[in-house]
């Protein structure tokens, strides 16, 4: 979609009734709540009758309205309706996996951030090339197996959620586990500890750390818990489990809270700083809530392993604000600071700004 579309679009618009849209899952609850909290209505598409007796037993997390649909599918032939109540979508990780990236990319709704940043995000190689284009560090990627010289991480392209996911140490055990149907990458597996920080773009306003164009905040961190990988242990040494055939699993079950040492704070604002900025140049800039997957090393440096382009599901426990949002404002969520994006925009009439 063009931006001239987008501004075609928000002209049929009545902008004082905008409503708040997202398909009920992954983190909808809060951001349904954050627009309630700034006094938007909101819309839940919920897929499957069997999702709405769940919302309904949260008053404050569900949307006003629900519009039931048999499939993810079903929403493109929907956004007429959907325009004509002055939806506007904000995405999130389910939303754009199961209606899927093209479909996405098609989708003739006003929509919450820049859609262009998905090419750049869901190609590992085009992901490595703005990230350390922006002068992050990645993992260090080995090209051809029979260089595993230390522990790996084997990603398969497209998989989400880290399934299916491998660690070797050697050629032999790689090619004892690869599923060569699928494409893969393999990264050094870093040493360390996991924060992935959750921070939001402002292009708009000037409320965070500052920037050449708009401003940074860093809303919270989380640390993924992830089955079986992090619970492994009790059952014996990865190594004693291995050779009974029982590998280790990266699936994400849940999030947890955490806050950094603070003297790691610069760097953190520098990395989000660079990777906005670097955006600009490759495909107009990201714009609202974006999260860097990050390991931190004994020497206290960040490895960046990847990023994601919209509200993660690791902003989950902080609905009621985190350490670091109340420094912002009180009871701030990033589901909350994308309802005011929207809000302050619309008051200002720059809406196609922040939309795609
Ligand atoms: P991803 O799908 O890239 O977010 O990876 C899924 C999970 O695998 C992460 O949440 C980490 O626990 C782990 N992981 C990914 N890349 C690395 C790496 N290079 N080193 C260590 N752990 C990693």
């Known amino acids: 979609m063009s931006k001239k579309n987008i501004t075609d679009m928000l002209t049929s618009y009545d902008k004082k009734d905008l ?6 899952s992954h983190s909808s609850l809060q951001i349904f709540n954050g627009a309630r909290k700034e006094g938007f209505k909101t819309l839940g598409i919920v897929v499957g009758k069997k999702r709405k007796k ?3 037993a949260f008053p404050l997390g569900k949307p006003d309205e629900f519009l039931i649909v048999d499939d993810y599918k079903d929403i493109l032939d929907l956004t007429d309706e959907l325009r004509e109540k002055n939806v506007i979508v904000v995405p999130h990780g389910s939303f754009v996996e199961y209606l899927g990236a093209d479909k996405f990319m098609d989708l003739d709704l006003p929509t919450f951030g820049n859609r262009d940043v998905l090419m750049w995000e869901s190609d590992r190689k085009m992901e490595r090339k703005w990230l350390e284009g ?8 080995i090209k051809d197996p029979h260089y595993i010289e230390q522990p790996v991480i084997v990603k398969y392209h497209g998989a989400k959620g880290g399934r299916g996911f491998f660690i070797a ?5 790689f090619k004892k586990r690869v599923d060569k149907k699928k494409k893969y990458s393999i990264q050094e ?7 992935y920080l959750h921070y939001f773009y402002s292009p708009i306003q000037n409320t965070g750390y500052k920037m050449k164009k708009g401003s940074l905040q860093m809303l919270s961190m989380d640390r993924r818990d992830e089955t079986t990988i992090d619970e492994v242990q009790r059952l014996g040494s990865i190594a004693e489990l291995e050779e009974l055939g029982i590998h280790p699993t990266f699936v994400v079950t849940g999030n947890m809270p955490i806050v950094m040492r ?5 760097k953190v604002f520098e990395m989000g700083e660079a990777v906005v900025n670097k955006s600009m140049g490759l495909f107009g800039g990201m714009i609202g809530s974006f999260c860097l997957e990050t390991v931190v090393t004994e020497n206290l440096e960040f490895k ?3 990023i994601s382009a919209r509200i993660v ?3 989950n426990p902080y609905i009621a604000g985190s350490p670091y949002s109340e420094l912002i404002q009180p009871d701030l969520s990033t589901g909350r600071r994308i309802a005011q994006e929207i809000k302050y925009a619309n008051k200002k009439n720059m809406l196609d700004k922040i939309l795609s």
């Open 189 to 195: 597996f870093v040493m360390g500890t996991r924060y």
């Open 169 to 173: 140490k050697t050629y032999e055990e």
């Open 134 to 141: 922006a002068g992050l560090t990645m993992p260090k990627e």
């Open 54 to 56: 769940m919302y309904d």
């Open 19 to 24: 409503r708040i849209c997202t398909v009920c």
């Open 313 to 315: 599901a690791g902003t």
């Open 304 to 306: 960046v392993f990847e």
């Open 262 to 266: 603070e003297s790691l704070l610069p």
